[in-house]
């Protein structure tokens, strides 16, 4: 679903990172979620500058992307985004109630569980690879999150998806799981390294991933 200028659901990206985070950038998350949707967004594109004014603090309290809006409602945080798109679609929360609150519950767990220990790790990696400190403090936190990934994995096994069906958790989830940064800890967890492969070989992962890239190719790098 190309992205509709004209859509009653608005989506803000930034209009120009760095190369290491393209296709990372959060935006992509609820961009997937209307994607499995079948329900067109527009997006609007804002800088560095002007994502730490104050005009844009009133829609995104911290400055970042993404923040979304509809007829019905503006918000901000992407899990919230990604519940809410499938709230309107049927196809990634389902209706009935505890089935609703386990993909809740599943999203929560992923931005809270496991994301803030992946980013443990994505800050040493990418940010201080060199720093003394992130030497000596890498194997703790390869300790941890080797812990949270095999919690996960065997609560997993050999399902598809976390409850079942694909749900908006597994947008979550997989978003999460590309996030790690050392392919050898993600390859002593085979179920999971299949099961994030699986969630964003979807098409309508693909489609996403190729409108955040393409929004970066449309700017220019800053002066």
């Not at 679903?1 to 930034?14: L, N, S």
């Not at 829609?59 to 918000?75: K, N, S």
């Not at 000596?136 to 300790?143: E, F, G, K, N, T």
């Not at 989830?173 to 800890?185: C, F, G, N, P, Y």
Request: aromatic residues 10%; glycine residues 6%.
């Amino acid at each position: 679903m190309p992205v509709d200028p004209h859509a009653e659901i608005e989506i803000t990206g930034f209009a120009w990172v760095p190369d290491f985070a393209r296709g990372y950038v959060r935006d992509l998350r609820p961009r997937w979620a209307c994607e499995e949707a079948g329900l067109p967004y527009r997006e609007r594109l804002v800088d560095f500058e002007t994502a730490k004014g104050s005009d844009y603090r009133r829609e995104q309290p911290f400055g970042q992307v993404p923040a979304y809006r509809d007829a019905e409602v503006a918000m901000f945080e992407s899990g919230a985004m990604v519940l809410r798109i499938g709230e309107r679609a049927t196809t990634l929360v389902p209706r009935d109630t505890a089935g609703r609150l386990r993909v809740l519950t599943w999203v929560t767990a992923a931005l809270n569980s496991v994301e803030p220990f992946v980013f443990d790790l994505v800050a040493i990696d990418t940010f201080n690879p060199d720093a003394e400190w992130a030497r000596l403090r890498r194997p703790q936190v390869i300790d941890t999150l080797h812990g949270r990934l095999g919690d996960l994995s065997g609560w997993l096994g050999d399902k598809d998806y976390l409850e079942g069906d694909f749900t908006a958790a597994d947008i979550i989830m997989a978003t999460v799981l590309r996030e790690v940064s050392d392919t050898a800890l993600m390859a002593q967890f085979p179920a999971l390294s299949a099961y994030r492969d699986r969630c964003i070989a979807r098409p309508a992962f693909q489609r996403a991933l190729d409108a955040q890239l393409a929004s970066f190719r449309k700017e220019a790098q800053p002066a």
